[in-house]
């Protein structure tokens, strides 16, 4: 099982907010990887709306993402992407 890991900064101004995290979630979907985003050690899976939502990522904040699975490198590269961009996906 392939494995990829990034560290970065949340970009919107909003934080993670209701379409980011289901962004997140789809691309863990999509690629059929499992996806997981941490924040001084507090942590959820992408999967879970609920779960990444009631980390309360502000802008600016900075992330862990890792992805596991055989698509981990391009479902992280995804993820960063929705991320890091200032406006809404």
Known sequence: MSRAA???QVGNDRGVHG???TR???IAL???VVLRIDRDGEGADCASILDVLALALACGDTVRLE???E???AALAAAAGVLARRDDP
């Open 24 to 26: 997140l979630a789809e």
């Open 6 to 8: 990034a560290s970065l």
């Open 19 to 21: 379409r980011v995290a």
């Open 67 to 69: 992805a596991a699975g």
């Open 71 to 73: 698509r981990a490198e």
């Open 30 to 32: 999509e690629h059929g």
